[in-house]
């Protein structure tokens, strides 16, 4: 198994910026591709970038790119969501995720590719 813990949420006017982490623990050597989703009451879960496990190569959503970046440190098993420009429409709950190693499908961008998910973590952003 592997645990997930988010971190770094908060409030946060438009035009500023937040920077999420993502620490691994557990059977860390058995995860791959790491994804951040986010959540609104009342709405599917929606996702927002993924990061391959040798962090060469990132895929975002249309509405963060250009404004949101992910990268990770495997030695320190953590996943970093910098995410600056911020809007009121950012507002959610984040999730990182991450897939079992070896799925080799790119980019992942369903919930249901990814098997371990951390509790969230609430970015609000005020208008």
């Known amino acids: 198994q592997v645990q997930l813990v988010e971190s770094g949420g908060g409030l946060v006017q438009a035009g500023g910026s937040l920077r999420l982490s993502c620490a691994a623990s557990?059977?860390?050597?058995?995860?791959?591709?790491v994804g951040w989703f986010r959540q609104v009451p009342g709405k599917e879960r929606e996702f927002v970038v993924t990061?391959?496990?040798?962090?060469?190569?990132?895929y975002s959503a249309d509405s963060v790119k250009g404004r949101f970046t992910v990268s990770r440190d495997n030695a320190k098993n953590t996943v970093t969501l910098q995410m600056n420009s911020l809007k009121p429409e950012d507002t959610a709950v984040y999730y990182c995720?991450?897939?079992?190693?070896?799925?080799?499908?790119?980019?992942?961008?369903?919930?249901?590719?990814?098997?371990?998910w951390g509790q969230g973590t609430q970015v609000t952003v005020s208008s």
């Open positions: 557990g059977r860390t050597s058995t995860y791959g591709h």
């Open positions: 990061i391959n496990w040798g962090g060469g190569r990132t």
């Open positions: 995720a991450a897939a079992p190693l070896g799925k080799s499908r790119w980019p992942l961008v369903m919930p249901k590719d990814y098997d371990y």
